[in-house]
């Protein structure tokens, strides 16, 4: 496999993702977060995925099945996207949410795993960029981001 993407069930971010990733022509293995609920499961999920160079996790913080991943993923490329709802990412919650990515950098290092963090906010069915623009974003606008935080190809969602 070329990646594992692994997040919500069900025509959310992490669909988009896996979709976005096989136009560009990649095998793609697609899990739930409580496929990587324990050490042993998420060891299982890479074994099965094949130890691939990358991995998407689409999850809020704490950050917990990415955290059980990054012994798992060496040398590998590891893209977290760090979704909240749109309600409680507020202006004052900035500080909390670069706590939890500064801690997961540190350990990454510690794991010799690449690391690339992508903050998006959550409406229903649509994403914003977190400290960046405010313009609404589908499933796909959302995907592309994540896939260009890493060296993937992603195809135009414009």
Request: aromatic share 4%.
């Amino acid at each position: 496999m070329d990646a594992l993407v692994i997040g919500a069930p069900a025509g959310g971010l992490a669909d988009a993702i896996a979709r976005g990733l096989r136009r560009a022509g990649q095998d793609v293995l697609q899990a739930t977060l409580a496929d990587a609920a324990d050490a042993e499961r998420a060891g299982w999920l890479v074994a099965e995925a094949r130890f691939p160079a990358r991995v998407f996790v689409v999850e809020p913080p704490p950050f917990a099945a990415a955290r059980r991943l990054l012994p798992l993923c060496r040398g590998a490329e590891l893209v977290l996207v760090a979704e909240q709802r749109v309600a409680v990412a507020r202006a004052g919650s900035a500080r909390g949410r670069s706590l939890a990515q500064r801690t997961l950098r540190r350990e990454a290092l510690g794991h010799r795993v690449r690391v690339a963090i992508v903050s998006l906010g959550r409406a229903g069915r649509r994403w914003v960029v977190l400290g960046g623009r405010d313009e609404p974003l589908g499933a796909d606008g959302a995907a592309a981001l994540a896939l260009r935080a890493c060296s993937a190809r992603a195809a135009s969602a414009r």
